[in-house]
């Protein structure tokens, strides 16, 4: 019946072959060649690209770090964007004045903003360090020591997606009917109690969203990495996608950093579906 | 429980602005049941937003058993109020919504337990204590909210926002009976709210009918069918709505001409817009030639009853008879209506006729 249906869908499917299933079989297939500057090309190693993998510690490094990165960033802009919606939230002065205000930073493009604040953070030349020695605090070494750098890295992707967080849970306190919030009133509930057993139950589905939308960006972190660090000192600050570029675009071993790119892909496929599930778990509690 | 007093009451929602609710003044008494009725917009809810605190009056008073509350807020006001929407707190299950108003108020967890176990059972819930409250259906919902006033012994009334609204018919009947049950056993003052004249009519002893902002009659059931006090509560209470023929004087009578429909006139007429009004209850079909002729337009059917739409001279009045009548579409009849069931409105509002 309707046969003609694969007709009308037929332009579209083809897009999608084009543009999602061939570049991702063709990586598959790459990741199997030993492709390099120096043999470029589809040869068949078999395995060895993984089994390289399997043992090349400064990549997993990469990985932890990254996790570590994500969830701590991401943590921080939950927090943060929370409670800067619910300061603007209710009817302050120059509300309108706040809300584009808290949302520059996300306009903002990373690469360009990165390159500012590195200039902030320059240890002799930057603005950071005589502000924290007129305050009565030491001038740090941001770029220059691991755990600053890392620090460093932290700051600005905290700064950036703040109002990303923010402008998605404004939204969702936004929408939120009012009669919870007089019942809980009229039940004699304070402002804390109203918070943990009214709001936050009820933003469960929009938080949930908008820190998976979150943890997928942010497991890409790359260009901030790119612009402030270099992946450095040393490795301190490398992710992984940082290093799957060091491998394929500057190294120029094609088929090893295919072989990164999958496994990378199928860890964050898996790791994100079991965040989601218990993310969802935890924090939805409209499920009948 | 409390009797509830709303002095010089007023409502602007802004300085200048036209009031949302005119001064008015009213006394419910401690246990009554009470039921505003008017279209959607008319103050009803600002009244009720006013008495359980949620919006603080521009102008005037509100006390609790003789203790001024006005500047009191809601939570230490002991209101419980229903919403149009069934409000369950939904991380809770059924027992931890019930306990929450006295979790609120710091109170001992086996009192809870005890208060939470008896309202429960008394509204049928006690089977689904522990269940996830955000699963129930609508109506249970409802009880749920309902049952957070109820858990508070010291509560002084219970406001009813449109609460069924939302609930199948069926379900309605149930929840109307529970509410009047409740209303009985705890002696609690209710206040409903409600734009249907039915729910009004069967949940209330006293009715108050607003209409823009005002209280246009306050009365029983009885009072505001057979003696509206203005146009406006014999067209919105009643179905059909009161019929209203154009009326003028004519020596020391009001007449409808062209009908033989005509009540004395009082000594003193004040000019104005002249109309007789009687209930389509109250009209019969009338085998000989009656007070009005007219052209059997529309016949609805109601159950035990049937609705006749007659015209007459561009107008329709309405007549209830019980059974099946005689009379057919196209079909010329005759009614009736006893001189001692004609209202006479004299621009808009009901002149007091001996």
């Known amino acids: 019946m309707y046969r003609q249906k694969y007709i009308f869908l037929l332009p579209g499917l083809l897009v999608l072959v084009a543009i999602i299933l061939f570049p991702l079989l063709f990586t598959i297939r790459v990741s199997f060649s030993s492709w390099d500057v120096y043999n470029p090309g589809l040869n068949w190693i078999g395995g060895e690209n993984y089994a390289r993998l399997w043992e090349d510690a400064r990549y997993w490094e990469a990985l932890i770090r990254l996790t570590f990165l994500t969830v701590a960033t991401v943590t921080l802009q939950y927090t943060l964007g929370f409670a800067l919606a619910l300061l603007v939230w209710r009817d302050i002065a120059a509300r309108r004045f706040f809300r584009v205000l808290f949302l520059v930073p996300m306009m903002t493009t990373p690469v360009v903003m990165s390159v500012i604040w590195r200039t902030i953070f320059h240890e002799s030349l930057g603005p950071l360090n005589p502000i924290l020695e007129a305050i009565g605090i030491d001038a740090q070494p941001w770029l220059s020591d691991a755990g600053f750098a890392l620090a460093a890295v932290m700051i600005v992707e905290v700064w950036q997606w703040t109002p990303f967080m923010f402008l998605l849970l404004l939204a969702g306190l936004l929408s939120l009917p009012n009669e919870p919030f007089l019942a809980a009133r009229i039940d004699g509930a304070g402002p804390i109690r109203t918070f943990l057993s009214v709001t936050l139950p009820m933003m469960g589905a929009i938080s949930v969203g908008a820190i998976l939308i979150r943890l997928i960006e942010a497991s890409k972190l790359m260009e901030t990495v790119y612009v402030l660090t270099s992946g450095g000192p040393g490795t301190a600050t490398e992710t992984t996608s940082y290093y799957i570029y060091i491998r394929g675009m500057r190294d120029f071993q094609i088929g090893y950093s295919a072989s990164l790119s999958l496994t990378y892909l199928i860890v964050m496929s898996v790791a994100l579906t079991l965040i989601a599930k218990a993310l969802i778990r935890l924090m939805v509690k409209d499920r009948t | ?354």
């Open chain 2, 1 to 354: 429980m409390a009797e509830i007093v709303l002095e010089r009451l007023a409502h602007a929602y802004a300085p200048g602005a036209p009031y949302a609710l005119k001064p008015l003044q009213l006394t419910w008494r401690n246990g009554g049941t009470y039921a505003l009725l008017g279209p959607s917009g008319c103050g009803k809810s600002t009244m009720l937003n006013i008495i359980s605190g949620l919006l603080r009056p521009s102008e005037g008073r509100v006390l609790f058993d003789g203790r001024d509350v006005t500047a009191l807020d809601t939570g230490v006001r002991n209101i419980a109020q229903v919403f149009q929407v069934p409000v369950i707190y939904k991380s809770m299950t059924v027992g931890e919504n019930l306990g929450f108003p006295l979790v609120c108020r710091g109170a001992p967890a086996a009192k809870i337990k005890a208060r939470v176990e008896a309202v429960a059972e008394r509204l049928g819930l006690a089977p689904i204590l522990s269940k996830p409250a955000n699963a129930l259906t609508a109506d249970l919902k409802q009880l749920v909210s309902l049952g957070r006033g109820l858990v508070r012994e010291d509560v002084a009334a219970i406001l009813l926002d449109e609460p069924l609204t939302v609930i199948d018919p069926q379900l309605k009947f149930d929840l109307r009976r529970i509410l009047k049950e409740i209303n009985e056993e705890f002696r609690l003052t209710m206040v409903l709210v409600t734009h249907d004249q039915t729910e009004a009519l069967t949940f209330a002893e006293e009715i108050v009918v607003m209409n823009h902002g005002e209280v246009v009659q306050m009365g029983s059931p009885t009072e505001l069918f057979e003696r509206p006090e203005t146009e406006h509560v014999g067209w919105f209470i009643g179905s059909p709505a009161m019929n209203f023929l154009p009326a003028l004087l004519e020596k020391d009578r009001i007449i409808v001409p062209g009908t033989d429909l005509s009540v004395a006139a009082p000594a003193a007429l004040p000019q104005g817009n002249l109309k007789i009004g009687f209930r389509p209850e109250h009209a019969t079909l009338s085998p000989m030639a009656g007070d009005l002729e007219g052209k059997v337009t529309r016949i609805w059917f109601e159950g035990a009853d049937e609705v006749l739409g007659i015209d007459w001279n561009a107008h329709r009045v309405k007549v209830r008879v019980s059974g099946t009548s005689p009379a057919r579409i196209g079909e010329a009849v005759s009614i009736a209506v006893p001189t001692n069931r004609l209202c006479v409105f004299l621009d808009g509002r009901r002149l007091h006729l001996g």
